[in-house]
């Protein structure tokens, strides 16, 4: 596709379930980033890929949280165990550059946990 | 510890006259700021972004200027238009740190037509 495409769109979740989060980037994309956006604030760093390298996993909130891009494309953040504090909009971006300048946003997994 | 601040929620601003939205950041390592631009429902769009070698740049009617000294970057939008109502949120990224977006808050704009 021409875009970053996230998937699902929503998802409602009970405490204690574990989630799992699709991002498909721009093709040909380096850079894959997951950013977390809770209500009314800016979207919060989770973890950086180059290709299929996690470089920077040091936004993930807890041991919770997981991230992988196993072939240096489609991406998935797993988060085990949800608790309501994940409530929020998961975003994915990519870039063409290894460091991430002007990322290109999916239009983000809004997570509810009930 | 908030690095990158947007102090102004809101803005609203009449069609035609001029929109300025202020940012400000206290880590001296960014060098590199982008201005995004988000509808409901939707992921942030770019906008405009300038190095730290530069102290503005243009595209269109979007305008950012940078003040390195006073840690202080800012949007002029001229002439504003109705389709600009949206949130604008402010990112910074330090070249030596992978390139990860640190956000503000994010100034919702609305364009009175």
């Known amino acids: 596709g021409a875009g970053v495409s996230q998937s699902p769109r929503y998802k409602v979740a009970k405490r204690g379930q574990d989630v799992a989060l699709r991002c498909d980037p721009i093709s040909g994309h380096v850079s894959l980033f997951w950013y977390q956006q809770a209500l009314g604030q800016g979207p919060e760093f989770l973890t950086y890929f180059q290709n299929e390298a996690q470089l920077d996993k040091s936004g993930l909130p807890s041991d919770r949280f997981f991230a992988e891009r196993p072939e240096g494309s489609v991406s998935t953040l797993k988060i085990q165990r949800t608790q309501q504090e994940d409530s929020a909009v998961y975003l994915c971006?990519?870039?063409?550059?290894?460091?991430?300048?002007?990322?290109?946003f999916g239009q983000g997994t809004r997570l509810t946990v009930v | 510890d908030q690095q990158v601040k947007q102090n102004s929620p809101s803005l609203s601003v009449q069609e035609g006259r001029i929109s300025i939205l202020n940012c400000d950041y206290t880590?001296?390592?960014?060098?590199?700021f982008l201005w995004y631009k988000k509808y409901p429902a939707e992921g942030p769009t770019f906008l405009i972004s300038i190095s730290s070698i530069k102290d503005k740049n243009e595209d269109g009617r979007f305008t950012v200027f940078l003040n390195k000294s006073a840690k202080h970057l800012s949007l002029h939008i001229v002439p504003s238009q109705p389709g600009d109502s949206a949130v604008y949120f402010c990112a910074a990224s330090a070249s030596s740190n992978t390139g990860k977006l640190i956000f503000g808050q994010g100034t919702t704009l609305q364009v009175k037509p």
């Open positions: 971006a990519s870039s063409f550059s290894p460091f991430g300048t002007e990322a290109f």
């Open positions: 880590n001296s390592m960014f060098d590199y």
